[in-house]
């Protein structure tokens, strides 16, 4: 089965779904952007949670993803991935990005999640181009076969993204 995808342009932390995927960096501290709202709005639960896995494995490396409680989140999970930084090497930078989505999805899958969103990965202050970005994000998520996932949000921020993944989906 393959999920049903949705785009709403909106705040990724008032969203009702299983799952909220968070463009997290390596220290899984809380940052900038998606990460920084995530952080505030679930509250120190999710940080102490983050400070557990750090303690366990170290930093989450760059296309992996792992999971804590949602706090104050409308959501069960939070699954954090880190998105590559663009640095010109667009092989590279895209294998990671859809290594973001593909082991997000794989995470939520494991855990049972119904509904999942996802921001815009690194498409913020990781200046990864947004078509090139959108593009892999999409076709990963229309690439994932599931019995578990029914749909996939996609959550932008703003009108670009949002036209963008319109465009994408058409």
């Given at each position: 089965?393959?999920?049903?995808?949705?785009i709403?342009?909106?705040?990724?932390?008032?969203?009702?779904?299983?799952?909220?995927?968070?463009?997290?960096?390596?220290?899984?501290?809380?940052?900038?952007?998606?990460?920084?709202?995530?952080?505030?709005?679930?509250?120190?639960?999710?940080?102490?949670?983050?400070?557990?896995?750090?303690?366990?494995?170290?930093?989450?490396?760059?296309?992996?993803?792992?999971?804590?409680?949602?706090?104050?989140?409308?959501?069960?999970?939070?699954?954090?991935?880190?998105?590559?930084?663009?640095?010109?090497?667009?092989?590279?930078?895209?294998?990671?990005?859809?290594?973001?989505?593909?082991?997000?999805?794989?995470?939520?899958?494991?855990?049972?999640?119904?509904t999942?969103?996802?921001?815009?990965?690194?498409?913020?202050?990781?200046?990864?181009?947004?078509?090139?970005?959108?593009?892999i994000?999409?076709?990963?998520?229309?690439?994932?076969?599931?019995?578990?996932?029914?749909?996939?949000?996609?959550?932008?921020?703003?009108?670009?993204?949002?036209?963008?993944?319109?465009?994408?989906?058409q």
């Amino acid at each position: 089965m393959k999920p049903t995808i949705e785009i709403i342009k909106g705040d990724i932390t008032k969203i009702n779904a299983d799952a909220i995927v968070n463009a997290a960096n390596l220290s899984l501290l809380g940052g900038g952007g998606v990460d920084g709202a995530i952080h505030r709005t679930g509250g120190k639960q999710i940080l102490e949670e983050c400070m557990e896995i750090r303690n366990r494995q170290g930093k989450c490396k760059t296309g992996e993803a792992v999971f804590t409680s949602a706090g104050n989140l409308p959501a069960k999970y939070v699954i954090h991935t880190v998105g590559p930084i663009w640095n010109n090497n667009e092989e590279k930078s895209s294998k990671l990005l859809a290594n973001c989505y593909n082991n997000s999805l794989k995470l939520a899958e494991s855990l049972g999640v119904k509904t999942i969103t996802f921001p815009n990965i690194s498409t913020g202050v990781y200046r990864f181009p947004k078509e090139l970005a959108g593009k892999i994000a999409v076709e990963t998520v229309r690439n994932f076969q599931s019995d578990v996932i029914e749909k996939v949000i996609f959550i932008c921020f703003d009108d670009e993204n949002e036209e963008i993944y319109k465009k994408l989906l058409q």
